[in-house]
Protein backbone atom coordinates (compact mmCIF):
# COMPACT_ATOMS: atom_id res chain seq x y z
CA UNK A 1 0.00 0.00 0.00
CA UNK A 2 1.27 3.45 -1.08
CA UNK A 3 1.83 6.13 1.60
CA UNK A 4 -0.53 8.85 1.20
CA UNK A 5 0.88 11.97 0.69
CA UNK A 6 -0.02 15.16 2.31
CA UNK A 7 -0.47 18.87 1.73
CA UNK A 8 2.32 19.56 4.24
CA UNK A 9 4.87 17.16 3.48
CA UNK A 10 4.57 18.46 -0.24
CA UNK A 11 5.21 22.14 0.61
CA UNK A 12 7.91 21.18 2.92
CA UNK A 13 9.23 19.19 -0.06
CA UNK A 14 9.15 22.54 -2.14
CA UNK A 15 10.99 24.39 1.00
CA UNK A 16 13.54 21.88 0.52
CA UNK A 17 13.98 22.25 -3.03
CA UNK A 18 14.31 26.12 -3.20
CA UNK A 19 16.85 25.93 -0.54
CA UNK A 20 18.96 23.26 -2.95
CA UNK A 21 18.10 25.45 -5.90
CA UNK A 22 19.03 28.67 -4.37
CA UNK A 23 22.32 26.92 -3.13
CA UNK A 24 23.44 25.66 -6.44
CA UNK A 25 22.80 28.72 -7.81
CA UNK A 26 24.74 30.77 -5.04
CA UNK A 27 27.87 27.69 -5.73
CA UNK A 28 27.57 28.74 -9.69
CA UNK A 29 27.51 32.79 -9.18
CA UNK A 30 29.75 33.29 -6.28
CA UNK A 31 32.40 31.24 -9.11
CA UNK A 32 34.58 28.99 -6.87
CA UNK A 33 32.98 25.89 -8.56
CA UNK A 34 30.29 23.82 -8.92
CA UNK A 35 28.81 20.51 -6.93
CA UNK A 36 29.18 17.28 -8.97
CA UNK A 37 24.96 18.10 -9.80
CA UNK A 38 25.93 21.87 -10.26
CA UNK A 39 28.93 21.24 -13.01
CA UNK A 40 26.69 19.42 -15.29
CA UNK A 41 24.06 22.27 -15.38
CA UNK A 42 26.90 24.20 -15.49
CA UNK A 43 28.53 22.53 -18.15
CA UNK A 44 25.05 22.13 -20.47
CA UNK A 45 24.48 25.98 -20.01
CA UNK A 46 28.18 26.53 -21.48
CA UNK A 47 27.88 24.27 -23.85
CA UNK A 48 24.16 25.67 -25.25
CA UNK A 49 25.50 29.35 -25.03
CA UNK A 50 23.20 30.15 -22.24
CA UNK A 51 24.17 33.02 -19.53
CA UNK A 52 24.80 33.11 -16.57
CA UNK A 53 20.98 33.70 -15.60
CA UNK A 54 19.83 30.86 -17.52
CA UNK A 55 21.77 28.10 -15.33
CA UNK A 56 17.39 27.23 -14.46
CA UNK A 57 16.87 26.72 -17.98
CA UNK A 58 20.20 24.67 -17.95
CA UNK A 59 18.72 22.80 -15.36
CA UNK A 60 15.46 21.90 -16.93
CA UNK A 61 16.68 20.48 -19.62
CA UNK A 62 18.94 17.98 -17.54
CA UNK A 63 15.92 16.99 -14.96
CA UNK A 64 13.46 16.61 -17.75
CA UNK A 65 16.18 14.69 -20.03
CA UNK A 66 16.56 12.47 -16.96
CA UNK A 67 13.42 11.67 -15.51
CA UNK A 68 12.16 10.69 -19.06
CA UNK A 69 15.32 8.11 -19.22
CA UNK A 70 14.19 7.22 -15.20
CA UNK A 71 10.65 6.33 -16.55
CA UNK A 72 11.95 4.23 -19.62
CA UNK A 73 14.27 2.32 -17.66
CA UNK A 74 13.33 2.39 -14.04
CA UNK A 75 9.51 3.29 -13.91
CA UNK A 76 9.35 2.27 -9.86
CA UNK A 77 10.99 5.12 -9.10
CA UNK A 78 9.63 8.01 -11.03
CA UNK A 79 6.90 9.05 -8.10
CA UNK A 80 5.00 12.12 -6.86
CA UNK A 81 7.48 12.72 -5.15
CA UNK A 82 9.76 13.00 -8.72
CA UNK A 83 7.69 15.25 -10.21
CA UNK A 84 7.87 17.82 -7.07
CA UNK A 85 11.05 18.12 -7.32
CA UNK A 86 11.33 18.63 -10.86
CA UNK A 87 8.66 20.71 -11.72
CA UNK A 88 10.14 24.36 -9.92
CA UNK A 89 13.73 22.99 -9.79
CA UNK A 90 14.71 25.69 -13.24
CA UNK A 91 12.37 28.92 -11.61
CA UNK A 92 13.86 28.13 -8.28
CA UNK A 93 17.43 27.99 -9.70
CA UNK A 94 16.71 31.05 -12.05
CA UNK A 95 15.33 33.13 -8.37
CA UNK A 96 18.47 32.29 -6.46
CA UNK A 97 20.62 33.82 -9.64
CA UNK A 98 18.80 36.85 -9.18
CA UNK A 99 19.27 37.09 -5.56
CA UNK A 100 22.73 36.28 -5.17
CA UNK A 101 23.62 39.99 -6.61
CA UNK A 102 21.72 41.23 -4.23
CA UNK A 103 22.75 39.62 -1.21
CA UNK A 104 26.37 39.53 -1.71
CA UNK A 105 26.84 43.00 -4.16
CA UNK A 106 30.43 42.86 -3.44
CA UNK A 107 33.00 40.75 -5.49
CA UNK A 108 35.60 40.80 -3.14
CA UNK A 109 37.06 37.04 -2.12
CA UNK A 110 35.90 37.09 1.31
CA UNK A 111 32.03 37.54 0.20
CA UNK A 112 32.22 35.26 -2.77
CA UNK A 113 33.61 32.75 0.02
CA UNK A 114 30.49 33.78 2.32
CA UNK A 115 28.78 33.23 -0.66
CA UNK A 116 29.73 29.44 -1.52
CA UNK A 117 29.61 28.21 2.23
CA UNK A 118 25.48 29.97 2.13
CA UNK A 119 24.95 27.43 -1.10
CA UNK A 120 26.35 25.02 0.29
CA UNK A 121 24.49 25.01 3.44
CA UNK A 122 21.45 25.65 1.37
CA UNK A 123 22.30 22.49 -0.55
CA UNK A 124 22.60 20.09 2.33
CA UNK A 125 19.58 21.35 4.57
CA UNK A 126 17.07 21.60 1.35
CA UNK A 127 18.28 17.52 0.83
CA UNK A 128 18.41 16.45 4.17
CA UNK A 129 14.54 17.92 4.09
CA UNK A 130 14.04 15.70 0.87
CA UNK A 131 15.27 12.88 2.72
CA UNK A 132 13.21 13.00 5.77
CA UNK A 133 10.08 13.43 3.97
CA UNK A 134 10.68 10.77 2.37
CA UNK A 135 8.11 11.28 -0.66
CA UNK A 136 9.97 9.85 -3.52
CA UNK A 137 13.38 10.70 -5.24
CA UNK A 138 14.75 13.18 -7.25
CA UNK A 139 16.08 12.08 -11.18
CA UNK A 140 19.43 11.72 -10.51
CA UNK A 141 19.37 9.34 -6.73
CA UNK A 142 16.69 7.55 -9.38
CA UNK A 143 18.95 7.01 -12.03
CA UNK A 144 21.81 5.60 -9.41
CA UNK A 145 19.27 3.45 -7.49
CA UNK A 146 19.10 2.36 -11.19
CA UNK A 147 22.19 1.41 -11.55
CA UNK A 148 22.63 -0.09 -7.93
CA UNK A 149 20.08 -2.46 -8.90
CA UNK A 150 21.47 -3.76 -12.15
CA UNK A 151 25.49 -3.64 -11.31
CA UNK A 152 24.50 -5.00 -7.22
CA UNK A 153 26.74 -2.66 -6.31
CA UNK A 154 26.77 -0.89 -2.94
CA UNK A 155 24.90 2.77 -3.57
CA UNK A 156 27.39 4.53 -1.85
CA UNK A 157 29.81 2.72 -4.34
CA UNK A 158 27.37 3.99 -7.54
CA UNK A 159 26.90 7.35 -6.21
CA UNK A 160 30.49 8.11 -6.08
CA UNK A 161 31.07 7.02 -9.40
CA UNK A 162 28.33 8.68 -10.75
CA UNK A 163 29.05 11.85 -8.76
CA UNK A 164 32.69 11.58 -10.57
CA UNK A 165 31.43 10.86 -14.01
CA UNK A 166 28.92 14.16 -13.73
CA UNK A 167 32.12 16.29 -12.83
CA UNK A 168 34.00 15.60 -15.66
CA UNK A 169 30.76 15.69 -18.18
CA UNK A 170 30.34 19.21 -16.64
CA UNK A 171 34.11 19.82 -16.97
CA UNK A 172 34.85 18.87 -20.19
CA UNK A 173 31.52 21.01 -21.44
CA UNK A 174 32.75 23.62 -19.57
CA UNK A 175 31.35 23.77 -16.37
CA UNK A 176 33.16 25.83 -13.59
CA UNK A 177 35.43 23.01 -11.39
CA UNK A 178 36.53 24.78 -8.53
CA UNK A 179 37.47 24.53 -4.75
CA UNK A 180 33.61 23.63 -4.12
CA UNK A 181 33.65 21.18 -6.16
CA UNK A 182 36.57 19.09 -4.30
CA UNK A 183 34.84 20.40 -0.84
CA UNK A 184 31.38 19.04 -1.91
CA UNK A 185 32.84 16.23 -2.93
CA UNK A 186 34.00 15.27 0.50
CA UNK A 187 31.45 17.03 2.70
CA UNK A 188 28.35 17.37 1.36
CA UNK A 189 27.26 13.40 2.78
CA UNK A 190 28.57 14.00 6.14
CA UNK A 191 26.39 17.45 6.30
CA UNK A 192 23.37 15.84 4.57
CA UNK A 193 23.68 13.07 7.56
CA UNK A 194 23.84 15.86 9.77
CA UNK A 195 21.20 18.07 9.32
CA UNK A 196 19.21 14.81 8.49
CA UNK A 197 19.66 14.25 12.22
CA UNK A 198 18.90 17.51 13.45
CA UNK A 199 15.35 17.49 11.20
CA UNK A 200 14.24 14.02 12.54
CA UNK A 201 15.11 15.05 16.18
CA UNK A 202 12.45 18.05 15.36
CA UNK A 203 9.38 16.67 16.74
CA UNK A 204 7.08 19.70 15.33
CA UNK A 205 8.43 18.54 12.24
CA UNK A 206 8.04 15.06 12.66
CA UNK A 207 4.62 15.04 14.18
CA UNK A 208 2.97 17.74 11.93
CA UNK A 209 4.85 17.33 8.39
CA UNK A 210 6.30 14.09 8.57
CA UNK A 211 3.30 12.20 10.21
CA UNK A 212 4.78 10.61 12.52
CA UNK A 213 3.73 10.10 16.34
Not at 12 to 37: E, K
Not at 51 to 59: F, I, V
Not at 171 to 195: D, M, W
Not at 197 to 205: A, N, Q, S, T
Request: aromatic content about 12%; proline content about 2%.
Amino acid sequence: MKKKITIQQILAALVGIFCVSVGVAFNNCAGWGNDAIGMLYDGIRVAFGMTSEQLGMASNVVNISLTVLLFLLARKYVSIGTFVYLLPYGFFVSIGTTLYPMIFASDMTLVRILGSVVGCVLLCFGVAIYIVLDIGVDPFTGIVLFFADITKKEYRIIKIIFDLTLIVIGAILGGKLGAVTLITAIAVGPTIQFFAGLIRRWRWFMVHIKGEC
